[in-house]
């Protein structure tokens, strides 16, 4: 329901179905994670907080599409990675920078600057290209 609800909100904005995945449902999919890590940072467990946020991303990826590629064999095009590296990377590699010296108000005002930022570009790209659709993921279908 969520995958086609998705894909027909992407058909009436005339943008990809991997500008809405980017958006809308990787924010609906991320909202657990977000209850629990700012429950834990209010109750003084810092590091329950960040562990989750990267149990998360390790689990989505080395599950979620380990899972789907065995089944399906193909999950995305070839080259797919590298056109996108540029904005799914820096996040990580930004709390990889950040984490060390401790997550401060400014850390999060940057990050969150960040996000905003990649999903102006995202939504500019997908208006201005008119992907028709195509987004590089093979449909399960």
Avoid: H
């Avoid at 401790?102 to 201005?128: E, H, N, P, Q, W």
């Amino acid at each position: 329901m969520l995958v086609q609800g998705a894909s027909r909100l992407a058909r009436v904005l005339g943008i990809s179905t991997l500008v809405v995945g980017l958006t809308v449902v990787s924010s609906g999919t991320s909202a657990p994670e977000l209850i629990v890590s700012l429950l834990a940072a209010l109750g003084g467990q810092s590091d329950v907080a960040v562990s989750n946020v990267v149990g998360s991303n390790v689990g989505n990826i080395a599950l979620v599409l380990a899972v789907a590629a065995v089944i399906f064999r193909r999950v995305c095009t070839p080259g797919w990675s590298y056109r996108k590296l540029p904005g799914w990377s820096r996040p990580p590699f930004l709390l990889l920078l950040l984490a060390p010296l401790g997550l401060k108000c400014a850390d999060g005002a940057i990050l969150l600057g960040g996000l905003v930022a990649y999903l102006i570009f995202l939504f500019c790209t997908a208006r201005s290209t008119r992907t028709g659709g195509r987004t590089g993921w093979r449909s399960a279908r």
